[in-house]
């Protein structure tokens, strides 16, 4: 009777847990659902953003096509990082490495700075493998922060040649960067490294702690994970300048390549939900090129046509695989 009634008190938790967890998946898809509907749907057709944007068509459609076609190219260069990133702790393949990309981008639709972007991520994995997930997730978004910054400082550089100013903002940029490319190819043996006798001063100790995720990843991966994020960043580049042409903007192809870049790196330190990044983006956009006379509703509707093809479809596809993984494992 005894085992009897602890196989039944045990079928009763694991019912009961399915439970919790299929609400818990109803509860994010239907607030995801709820958030793309009021802000894609309600408040993008009260702008006008969706009638300017079928007027596009079917004139600007090969401009169109061309930016929809570069998506799954963007986020097949995402997996491939993250898979690569992931082979020294927990090999895994390029379906789960796609299942996790997709599955992160609806959580982090959820979350200022796409910081919900680890927790999809971590759901398609096994219980063993989160640690080695959350690694492989950091050490590539600082290799994606690398060419958002060289990418902006190259931005930066161009614009200066008109406008002074922009030399303190490149200046700034470059002091970051360097940074940055410190931490990437050695911040995990300098943490290795430190002196035990600086444990005992606590800064240097939590810097080991943050960086100590660096170290078991020998240099040809990292180059590897970087060549992978210049070319994510060289696609949705070519994307919004797709869009921007497609919407009739009389702007110069060199001041669109180094505006774009501009505005990814300063909308990379502003820390907003994803959505509310689509006006943000169009705010910087009509900041950087007012010289040029752009149309308003023009340049909203470029930074909301990129959300749809980079971020709404793939949060839909992976509402999808959120409701078909095992959560809970």
């Not at 170290?215 to 991966?221: K, L, T």
């Not at 702007?251 to 943000?280: K, N, R």
Request: with cysteine; net charge positive; proline share 5%.
């Amino acid at each position: 009777m005894g085992i009897e009634k602890t196989i039944v008190i045990q079928e009763a938790f694991f019912r009961r847990r399915r439970l919790w967890v299929g609400l818990l998946k109803a509860l994010l898809v239907g607030w995801l659902g709820y958030i793309l509907y009021r802000q894609v749907v309600v408040e993008a057709g009260m702008s006008g953003l969706w009638r300017h944007l079928a007027g596009l068509w079917p004139e600007k459609m090969p401009w169109l096509l061309a930016a929809a076609v570069l998506m799954p190219v963007n986020w097949m260069l995402e997996a491939q990082k993250w898979r690569c990133l992931m082979m020294p702790f927990a090999p895994i393949n390029k379906r789960q490495a796609l299942r996790g990309i997709m599955a992160g981008v609806s959580f982090s639709q959820l979350t200022p700075n796409r910081v919900g972007e680890y927790g999809g991520r971590l759901a398609i994995l096994p219980a063993g493998q989160y640690g080695a997930g959350v690694a492989a997730t950091m050490v590539g978004s600082l290799a994606q922060w690398l060419a958002l910054f060289s990418g902006g400082l190259a931005g930066l550089l161009y614009m200066a040649r008109f406008d002074s100013p922009w030399r303190y903002a490149a200046f700034a940029t470059a002091g970051i960067l360097a940074v940055l490319t410190l931490v990437y190819f050695a911040g995990g043996r300098l943490a290795m490294a430190l002196p035990s006798r600086l444990k005992k001063w606590r800064a240097p100790n939590a810097l080991r702690q943050r960086l100590s995720f660096l170290a078991p990843y020998p240099q040809r991966i990292l180059w590897r994970a970087l060549v992978l994020a210049f070319a994510r960043y060289s696609v949705y580049v070519a994307q919004y300048a797709l869009l921007i042409r497609a919407t009739n903007l009389d702007i110069p192809p060199d001041i669109i390549f180094s505006g774009i870049a501009a505005i990814y790196l300063f909308q990379t330190g502003i820390p907003v939900p994803p959505l509310a990044a689509v006006l943000t983006r169009g705010e910087l956009a009509l900041w950087l090129w007012e010289s040029y006379n752009v149309d308003t509703l023009s340049i909203l509707t470029a930074s909301f046509a990129l959300f749809i093809i980079n971020l709404g479809v793939p949060a839909l596809l992976g509402a999808a695989v959120i409701v078909k993984t095992k959560v809970l494992k």
